[in-house]
């Protein structure tokens, strides 16, 4: 080999080469700090968050890896065909903090959709599908002290599943 007296070039790494390695191994470390959750559009009507928990997401709550399906009539789990894919609706819930709602499998444009039953309206809480991924969940709703919610399905605003009031 003949030698330009430029040792890194003989490597075949320049200085600008190890620079450039070094800026990719470190965005690839950001990436995999990065949470991966379902955060792209939360959006609640004007009466969501009055209650304990409201506004967090499950993982926020003390209730974190407690949430469970209940026994919701006609079942915690729904299924809908939409664009191709069967989608699943995925209710849960825990009785210290309240419940959420979850979708797999889902395109963009599909929102997971919590509802809590209130007098003479309905409070709703929504999370859409993020880019790049196919699910979302939504933050909690509080239907703790004989309140009701369910989860609902939406995908470009037509409701496909929904569960039952629980």
Not at 7 to 18: V, Y
Request: aromatic share 12%; hydrophobic share 40%.
């Amino acid at each position: 080999m003949i030698s330009n007296g430029n040792r890194a070039t003989d490597r075949g790494t320049g200085r600008w080469g190890w620079r450039a390695l070094l800026g990719v191994v470190f965005a690839f470390g950001l990436a995999a700090l990065t949470p991966f959750q379902a955060q792209a559009a939360s959006l609640q009507s004007a009466g969501y968050g009055v209650f304990a928990n409201e506004g967090l997401y499950p993982e926020q709550t003390s209730c974190s890896g407690s949430f469970t399906q209940p026994n919701v009539p006609g079942g915690a789990t729904k299924t809908a065909v939409y664009a191709g894919r069967t989608i699943t609706l995925k209710y849960f819930y825990s009785p210290g903090c309240g419940s959420f709602a979850r979708i797999d499998n889902a395109p963009q444009g599909c929102a997971a959709h919590s509802n809590r039953l209130a007098p003479n309206f309905t409070e709703w809480v929504l999370e859409s599908v993020d880019p790049g991924i196919d699910f979302a969940y939504t933050k909690v709703i509080n239907n703790l002290d004989g309140r009701l919610s369910k989860a609902v399905l939406f995908c470009d605003n037509q409701r496909l599943a929904e569960t039952a009031w629980y």
